[in-house]
Nanobody, 116 residues
Framework: VEVVESGGGLAQPGGSLRLSCTAS????????MGWYRQAPGKERELVAS???????RYADAVKGRFTVSTGSGKNTIYLEMNRLKPEDTGSYYC???????????WGQGTKVTVSS
């Protein structure tokens, strides 16, 4: 199973970025896909997730600013990030949970920097 993220980079406060993540090599339906982030010196935390029934969950810090969605093939997840803040800076990791054994797979991460 391969999980590949893209779309990170530098944005100004108030700006926008869109992250993408595609999973390949899976055998079962993906039960859940999500985005986590880790700021320097802090633990990895959930940003947003979406289940196979399209229910979503967001961290309080990003509600109303970030939107998680999946592609038509259900093996791609997007994170639309608007009104970015410096505290959104960090490495963003994509996680997929495959059905069957419920195994989680992680991408290598993509860096997001919000700075003027």
């Amino acid at each position: 199973v391969e999980v590949v993220e893209s779309g990170g980079g530098l944005a100004q406060p108030g700006g926008s970025l869109r992250l993408s993540c595609t999973a390949s090599g899976t055998t079962f339906i993906l039960e859940r896909m999500g985005w986590y982030r880790q700021a320097p010196g802090k633990e990895r935390e959930l940003v947003a997730s979406i289940n196979s029934d399209d229910t979503t969950r967001y961290a309080d810090a990003v509600k109303g600013r970030f939107t998680v969605s999946t592609g038509s093939g259900k093996n791609t997840i997007y994170l639309e990030m608007n009104r970015l803040k410096p505290e959104d800076t960090g490495s963003y990791y994509c996680m997929i949970r495959e059905g069957g054994w419920g195994t989680d797979y992680w991408g290598q991460g993509t860096k997001v920097t919000v700075s003027s």
